[in-house]
């Protein structure tokens, strides 16, 4: 990988591991009871994160493996538009509340020292977190491969249950976790210069194909929004909310359920 494209994948890298383990997958409206993050070291196999709620089991991957090929050589590079959106998914099984309660029940059960002695010393291998309870009293355990003697007991408990978990999985479809259904309108913006730049950058929407500056300024002129787009990922949302900020331009979104 050349020099400029690693940094580029740095970078890239940085913000997908952000991503999967702070993103809130829109369509799951409930309280999260437990999470596990599993991020292997050089990525040899998928980033993934395991949630556990009253009715629902989720994991979400991050095809990290798949993603670091775009930024392989300059060709392969130029493949794709100027930003590249991180191959994130997600699958969801319905579970019974009584299941989720015996797992609770059973990770009360588990005692360990807060704080644990380790000589462990080692390269690669994979990296294990925990975390659960809410905002006002929650915990997170981090450590990698299988953990010290005195952390035992959460290593194996929480391995069992990504286990579980996975059979759940199993037959359950992927849906895009990067993917939104919205609808995008654009305001009344009578105040607002058209300039080339942003008559060159409305023309990328659906149903601008024929626009020109009279038909734009009739647009801001009214009182009524306009729908520019009804479905984006992630990477183009930022991205267009940079735009917007920088054309001064009042939009909303509408998210579909």
Partial sequence: MEQELYYEWCLFEKRSLELINNLNIRKIDKTRML????????YWDCVRRWELYEDLVVRIDWFCQDDYKKFSSIIEREKYQNYITPTIKYKVHKVEKSYSELIVKELSNISIPLNTKSDMVG???????????????NIKIKWWEDGTEQWKAVDNFTKRLMGEFDDLLNDEEYSDALS??????LGPSSNIKITKDLFNFLKQFWGFSDINVIKISEIFKSEKPVLLESKFDYMRYRNLMREFDKYGLKVEFEYIR
């Fill in 35 to 42: 999470k596990i993050m599993e991020i292997p070291s050089l």
């Fill in 123 to 137: 390269c690669d291998g994979i990296d294990y977190e925990l975390e659960l309870g809410r905002y006002w009293a």
């Fill in 180 to 185: 939104f259904d919205v609808k995008l309108w």
